[in-house]
């Protein structure tokens, strides 16, 4: 299923902008300990996302789930592997 149809960009997540820095996405990668996930996973998956952040360091879950459903797109990781990472960041983003 691709993230746009037929009017535009599907909406999933919430579009709210939560402050993501640096240290908080490596603190993520570091105790995500799940067996599917590689540690070159984790990797493609913090340099994506932290790619994708405004200057000011925030990114919406919308934006994230786009990254993560981009490199599934790309066979980077699995459909599995970005149910998770999602769940992981709505934790950390949603207080």
Do not use: C
């Not at 540690?39 to 994708?52: G, Y």
């Not at 405004?54 to 994230?64: A, G």
């Not at 990254?67 to 983003?93: A, G, H, P, Y």
């Amino acid at each position: 299923m691709s993230i746009f149809s037929l009017f535009g960009p599907t909406i999933k997540y919430s579009q709210d902008k939560h402050q993501l820095t640096t240290e908080q996405v490596k603190h993520l990668m570091w105790h995500t300990h799940l067996a599917s996930i590689s540690q070159d996973n984790k990797d493609t998956v913090a340099a994506a996302v932290l790619a994708r952040r405004d200057n000011d360091d925030k990114i919406s879950l919308q934006r994230i789930y786009e990254v993560l459903t981009q490199l599934k797109n790309q066979n980077r990781i699995t459909k599995m592997d970005r149910d998770l990472f999602m769940k992981i960041f709505q934790e950390s983003l949603i207080k």
